[in-house]
């Protein structure tokens, strides 16, 4: 008998936990590849929302909910009794932080994994694999190669002033420390927008001493909703033999309401068979549903935590937070601060703020992301957008449809890029199962090109790869 090293590569672009949970899968199947983590921020296994400072910043799913292990229910769970909360219950709202660090426990447990401290800013195919350029000089040759990128910055707001964006009032960036630094603490901020990046900002104002007021500036003039408990509904409030119509399918859900469900238990019902149900919908129709009902689902869907909805309600009922309804004309810069002007029902009206924050959330328009690595696989024809503009363009596994309408052979996509198709793909419960299937697509791809005495190991346990290929 003798041994061997893997000979081939699998580069996973992205170190949040789209990639850290599809590197874990792959060790855990036992894959026989060199798998290899490729991001420039060295916190591997946080990504943009885990890698809050705040631990005010919590989970919008109970602890009992969020597990990144579909087999194991209960491991995120028990992990946080173990090593944050002995008292937690399946209830329990924790800090996205802390489900940070589990993520990255997860990382610790695979063993050989590589990470790679760089950006990937552009991939050419190469015979039967491909070549990553990183930023740092380097090339990288890999066999197969998984698209985690995350979320990106916010698409760029219209009527934004060179003189507000160079004068610092207006801060693109939600997540960035600068965003925050240099504030009045009694001086008005204004938010643009007012979903759950919004209420994530209030509370990071407030823990950071702001005291002034903050302004949520909305179209639609609403935060999300909370969460609350309710007697769960035992099949979906919209049956899968509804006709494939955003009328139908609503007409269902009020018919379930009616008739004595509980909003959010009508909802959340709906959990399993959502991407289901979109992906039926003819694209006209899915048009329909961004244009005028995309806000509505985001509100009712991505609820807050009771402790935070708490906050936000409390403020806006001692007037320190307000809403202003209305679409959002210009910032520009003036000796009072930034002067905000909106447009609500044909009137314009105008307030200044001592900041104003993009709240709006990440932009999904993929081919006008300044992304280096996103511009030149849509220039090389390497990847599409979805049918409505947005994300990448996936086949059911994941892999990304080029510029010919083919699957590609090398090139694979799961988390928010799959909102290209989807209309679930940013919370974990759908990241986790893509995680898991696109580990087992990319394992299948591997085994045949080893002969070994030994099957792919499989399972609820954690199995650790020793890096050793045994060959007869």
Wanted: contains cysteine.
């Amino acid at each position: 008998m003798t041994t061997r090293k893997p000979t081939t590569t699998i580069a996973i672009i992205g170190g949040g936990v789209s990639g850290t949970l599809t590197a874990f899968h792959l060790v855990r199947q036992g894959t026989p590849a060199r798998v290899i983590l490729i991001d420039q921020r060295p916190y591997f296994g946080l990504g943009l929302a885990y890698s809050t400072p705040s631990l005010r910043h919590l989970l919008n799913v109970p602890a009992g909910k969020i597990t990144a292990l579909p087999d194991q229910p209960d491991h995120f769970l028990n992990w946080l009794r173990r090593n944050h909360d002995p008292a937690a219950t399946e209830t329990t709202f924790a800090p996205r932080a802390v489900f940070g660090r589990y993520i990255q426990s997860l990382l610790k447990s695979t063993s050989p994994l590589e990470q790679e401290i760089a950006t990937v800013v552009d991939v050419r195919l190469q015979d039967s694999g491909a070549v990553l350029a990183l930023d740092n000089g380097c090339e990288l040759r890999a066999d197969l190669i998984v698209l985690a990128t995350g979320n990106f910055d916010p698409a760029p707001l219209p009527g934004i002033t060179m003189a507000a964006s160079d004068s610092a009032l207006y801060r693109h960036n939600a997540w960035a420390a600068e965003t925050y630094e240099a504030l009045d603490p009694d001086a008005p901020v204004a938010l643009i927008g007012t979903g759950l990046t919004g209420v994530d900002v209030v509370l990071r104002l407030r823990e950071l001493g702001h005291r002034g007021r903050i302004i949520a500036v909305s179209r639609h003039g609403v935060f999300p909703n909370r969460h609350d408990d309710y007697t769960p509904l035992s099949s979906s409030a919209i049956p899968s033999n509804t006709p494939a119509t955003c009328v139908a399918y609503i007409r269902a859900l009020h018919a379930a309401i009616r008739g004595g469900a509980e909003w959010r238990a009508a909802i959340d019902s709906l959990r399993e068979t959502t991407n289901e149900l979109w992906l039926r919908l003819p694209v006209e129709e899915k048009q329909r549903f961004r244009r005028h009902l995309q806000r509505r689902w985001d509100v009712v869907r991505h609820r807050m935590a009771p402790p935070i909805a708490d906050v936000i309600e409390s403020e806006l009922r001692n007037g320190t937070l307000e809403i202003r309804e209305g679409h959002l004309t210009s910032v520009d810069a003036s000796p009072a601060g930034a002067h905000i002007t909106l447009r609500a029902h044909d009137e314009s009206e105008s307030f200044y703020a001592d900041r104003v924050i993009n709240c709006t959330g990440p932009s999904m328009n993929y081919r006008r992301i300044p992304s280096p690595l996103l511009q030149n696989l849509f220039k090389r024809g390497l990847v599409t957008s979805g049918p409505l503009g947005t994300g990448f363009h996936c086949s059911q596994d994941g892999a990304v449809i080029d510029a010919g309408g083919h699957a590609s052979k090398v090139i694979f996509n799961l988390g928010p890029g799959r909102l290209g198709d989807l209309l679930e793909s940013i919370a974990i419960p759908e990241i986790r199962q893509q995680a898991v299937e696109l580990a087992s697509v990319l394992a299948d791809r591997m085994w045949p090109q080893c002969v070994l005495p030994e099957k792919r190991v499989t399972g609820t346990a954690t199995t650790e790869l020793t890096g050793e290929l045994v060959e007869a």
